[in-house]
């Protein structure tokens, strides 16, 4: 489809603004917000790439009568996973460096091109603009018009490959529930962690705008799709904490691994709690 | 309270101008609207700024108060940090003079909406259910204050792009538009190649400033971005569209219905 050729009306630029040339009036401290951001951004990017790389430690097996694997590596499913860790359905015998590296594209891609992250680092690291009425740091601007940053515009694609890993991680947390050869089921500190992950990663997906759209906000005539209205419903307040979500899940994500690897590499033992 | 008022206030023209402090003593319960009307009235007659309802629906007297875009009658002196307050035209528009901006850019926008297209009307009238037209009374409210405009980086710091890019206002009138369950335009196209849909970064500037609280991006400009992404981006939106026939009214019909 084309609207070259239309005739709309073009608009008449000119004039010259008014007012003071500083990059900002604002006198409070809109710093602090993308300086947050920045920091838990890179916090976690260097946390999760010293964790993918350094490939040991992400899986408490029978040894210690505890099945958890850490989010960034699951599914397990190459040839050089840790015993135990990788399922039976698909092992990879080809791929031989960190196996955490051939599936983080799929949550990685979604939290990237998420309408809140996009917000996020728009603002923390790309400047642009750093703060509401604080000029933008750059003498040019296309936004989400050209290569790479339209490839924003496949985030409900990402959106179904994180629903399959929401599934793999519940099931995780499902698994987590078993404690091999310590009598059969039970909780742990270390089962909890891996629900509460799987519960706060759904809440994000599912308050993503993409599932929003998806699941109703497309259709005009509510009245005539009452289910799409119903889970249209069900979304929006959901989807007005899609910030709230995107961080509480993000760190949590972090803190999962960082618990799971703890307890593997035998810093402390996961606490049975019935 | 402070027993006296500073308030720095933009002088000018498209010549130049710069910022002139005026001090009065303090009153209580005023909004900055009031304090420059008493600027005018005892220090600076000829101060510009235009106003009219002082209720916060008229959308008239829009200005950056303390770098931040805000209704001069809405926002109370009591509430702003201590020391000087700055009150400058808004940055986006022409000057006319002082406080007061030309924003008759808007208005050209405004004439590109293609506008509300319903099938012929049937026989009794046409019907409508309350949950159809809930979404779209939320950009009913909007004052036309143009704060959104004016905060809006994409044409705030970048001139060039207004010649193609529409800005938050008109994005929720063409949401509103395009969620109408009468409607028979469709304008996703229009909006992706013509009104600069994709040059929004979703910096969410426009919801912070909006003094009608409307939720601009999460309710108009992203639902407006994922149609986009449902007409020209997905291709399984696509496939089912060509098979099950779905067709509205084409961008050049769309675009043909605006002035």
Redesign the interface.
Known sequence: MSVEGATITPVRLGGVRGGPAARTLRRDRWWVQPAISAVVLTAFVVYSTWAVFVNKDYYVGAAAHRDLISPFFSPCITASCVAGAHGTFLVITWWHITPALLILGGPLGFRLTCYYYRRAYYRAFWQSPPACAVADAHTRYTGETRFPLIFQNIHRYFFYIGLIFNVILTIDAVMAFRLPGDGGIGVSVGTLVLVVNAVLLWTYSLSCHAARHLCGGHVDAFSKHPVRHRLWRLLTPLNARHMQFAWVSLVFVALTDLYVRLVASGAFTDPKIF | MAAEVVMRV?R????G?A?AEYRLPAQEGEVVLDVVHRIQATQAGDLACRWNCKAGKCGSCSA?I????RLMCMTRMDQL?E?PV?V????????IRDLV??V??NF??A??VPPFAPPPRPEGGYR??Q??IERGQEFCKCIECFMCQD?C??I????E???HYAGPRFFIRFAEL????L?TNDRR??LR??E?L????????CT??CPEHI?IT?NAI??L??????????PVAWLGRTILRRRKA???EA??H??
């Open positions: 933009w000018g023209d498209s010549s101008g910022f950056e303390n770098g931040t875009p940090p020391g700055t400058a035209p808004m940055r986006t528009f022409p000057i901006t030309d008759s850019f050209e926008v004439k590109q409508m259910a949950v159809d905060v980086h994409v705030r710091d970048h001139e792009n207004k010649a395009e969620m109408h369950p409607d196209e229009l190649q013509r600069g994709g040059l929004c970064n979703i910096t969410k500037c912070e400033v939720k999460d992203i639902p971005k994922e149609r986009v992404v449902d007409a020209a981006y997905d084409s961008p050049n675009a043909a605006g002035r």
